[in-house]
Nanobody
Framework: VQLQASGGGLVQAGGSLRLSCAASGRTFSNYRMGWFRQAPGKEREFVACINWSGVSTYYASSVKGRFTISRDNAKNTVYLQMNSLKPEDTAVYYC????????????????WGKGTLVTVSS
């Protein structure tokens, strides 16, 4: 499985960004997908995840109500819509696949994508 994240950039506080993660593999619709982030000097942390159908989602408390995860199985792509961004959202964002656990966690990820940098200025 190969994952390619995109959509990061520089945005002012209160602004929005949408991250995309394109995945390879013919069984994408079976993958539990998630987003994690890692700020400088901090450990990688869970942001959001979505099950194979898109019906079930989980969010970190720090982003709930501001971020929305979704997926398009026809395009093998998962998205993270980020609204009302705050400076503390600044981090490298990673998409990931977990084949075994639900909700997914950093300890059980099977595949990681390369990150995309999100910088929120105050």
């Amino acid at each position: 499985v190969q994952l390619q994240a995109s959509g990061g950039g520089l945005v002012q506080a209160g602004g929005s960004l949408r991250l995309s993660c394109a995945a390879s593999g013919r069984t994408f619709s079976n993958y539990r997908m998630g987003w994690f982030r890692q700020a400088p000097g901090k450990e990688r942390e869970f942001v959001a995840c979505i099950n194979w159908s898109g019906v079930s989602t989980y969010y970190a408390s720090s982003v709930k109500g501001r971020f929305t995860i979704s997926r398009d199985n026809a395009k093998n792509t998962v998205y993270l819509q980020m609204n009302s961004l705050k400076p503390e959202d600044t981090a490298v964002y990673y998409c990931a696949v977990d084949l075994r656990s639900w909700p997914i966690s950093v300890a059980t990820i099977d595949y990681w994508g390369k990150g995309t940098l999100v910088t929120v200025s105050s």
